[in-house]
């Protein structure tokens, strides 16, 4: 009956974290998703290519901090990657994994993007991101839940401190 009702947990804390989650577990350390951004079609305004390379990086950054703080339980870890929804999300995601036991490991396999949106005064964009992953639902060290997902995303980021925080992140059913 436990076994039963975790695992009724981790799927019900799987959705939840479905729709702002998404990322690279223990490969964290030793290297960074893999982001490829296409931002031909953005607009009003052109992305300059030292902008789309910090994207790229800060990007990738915050996905690792994510990993890292959903598979740690840790909303620490999430440090200033992330701001307003997106951490306040991620960071309810991460206290509802510690109530049930349960956490997320993710293995990234890489993510398209789309800049769509780069405000005229280039202080914020908005990221069409499709990511390739693998989650692991875990109860300690045990995977009671396994899929691998293709997961659409929208990301609102903005610019501040010299680097690119994501504000929004949000899982949408296809584009």
């Known amino acids: 009956m436990r076994s039963a009702l975790r695992f009724g947990m981790a799927i019900a804390v799987f959705g939840v974290l ?4 998404g990322p690279d577990g223990s490969v964290l350390a030793a290297s960074a998703p893999a982001i490829m951004i296409n931002t031909e079609h953005a607009a009003p305004r052109e992305v300059e290519e030292t902008t789309q390379k910090a994207l790229a990086r800060d990007y990738a950054t915050a996905w690792q ?14 440090g200033a990657n992330f701001i307003g929804t997106a951490n306040e999300k991620l960071s309810a ?7 049930s036991g349960l956490h997320q490991h993710i293995t990234d396999q890489g993510h398209n993007v789309d800049a769509v949106f780069y405000s005229p005064e280039g202080s914020a964009i908005e990221l069409h991101d499709t990511a390739h992953l693998q989650i692991d639902v875990m109860d300690g ?7 691998s997902a293709t997961v659409h995303y929208v990301a609102l980021l903005t610019a ?16």
Request: hydrophobic share 45%; net charge negative; no cysteine.
């Open 18 to 21: 479905a729709l702002v989650s």
């Open 65 to 78: 901090a994510m990993t890292e703080a959903l598979d740690k339980n840790r909303a620490d870890l999430l």
């Open 141 to 147: 060290g045990k995977v009671i839940h396994t899929e």
């Open 160 to 175: 501040a401190e010299n680097s690119w925080k994501i504000r929004v992140l949000e899982a949408v059913p296809g584009f």
């Open 93 to 99: 995601t991460i206290q509802e994994q510690n109530k």
